[in-house]
């Protein structure tokens, strides 16, 4: 019997993997990654350079090229069947050999693999390698700490309705909004309406070739890269050194 192995590789720059991660790489003779159609796929290209010369690569590519919300019973659908596909095709593999799945960031933080590990978990053996989340290396980018003292952390999802961004927004200290792209003027306009646009930052491929950090209220948010997250900075008090 092989192993699923799930290796987290961090943000995006390959000096941010995790030794372990490092070598279980490199010494991977069956490789899996998800990416998009007609892309090479940002897993794989963290990677670039590593993998042995006799590796077998499968990608594993989705059936959308774009982020729209989960409620929708036809993305739903059609991921169901990709992730089912998968999950099975992977699970025949490992029963032969070990097959290392290739995921950006911390794959138990919104990782892709987590709709595999469900269907997987319990009919093969799986480990998974943690990975330093890709927030962490946008807001190391910002130079500012995400949050201090009592303040609260909210992660949101971009595709969430404005009115529940803006509900959101109000209501927490330091936030980290994902799956930005095409969603972008939404989340721009729900910062405004919360009052928060002026401490917003827009990170761009964080911690890869081409990063820029820049204030979202400077930017047109009509332009935003798939690789992007935009952040706002808690506020809170530091704690005194005599508490």
């Known amino acids: 019997m092989g192993r699923i192995i799930c290796c987290g590789l961090g943000p995006g720059d390959p000096d941010l993997m995790s030794v372990r991660a490092d070598r279980t790489v490199r010494a991977a003779k069956h490789v899996a990654y998800f990416r998009k159609k007609g892309r090479p796929g940002q897993a794989r290209r963290i990677v670039e350079g590593m993998l042995a010369a006799d590796v077998t690569e499968y990608p594993m ?84 700490p995400i949050a201090l003292g009592d303040d609260v952390t ?31 003027v939404k989340v721009r306009q729900a910062l405004a309406a919360a009052g928060r646009l002026d401490d917003a930052w827009l990170v761009e491929r964080g911690t890869m070739p081409g990063e820029r950090v820049a204030r979202l209220a400077d930017i047109d948010a009509t332009d935003c890269p798939y690789f992007a997250i935009v952040l706002v900075h808690g506020k809170g008090r530091l704690p005194d050194a005599a508490e």
Request: with cysteine.
């Open 154 to 184: 909210t992660v949101l999802m971009g595709t969430l309705p404005e009115a529940e961004l803006e509900r959101r927004m109000r209501d927490s200290d330091a936030l980290v909004i994902m799956k930005t792209g095409r969603n972008l």
């Open 61 to 144: 590519e989705y059936p959308v090229t774009t982020e729209i919300a989960f409620a929708s019973p036809h993305y739903v659908q059609l991921l169901s069947g990709f992730y089912d596909e998968w999950a099975e095709r992977l699970a025949r593999l490992s029963r032969a050999v070990d097959v290392v799945v290739l995921c950006e960031g911390d794959p138990y933080f919104y990782g892709s693999f987590m709709h595999l590990y469900t269907r997987l978990q319990g009919h093969v053996a799986i480990e998974v390698i943690a990975g330093i989340p890709g927030m962490v290396g946008c807001w190391n980018g910002v130079g500012q």
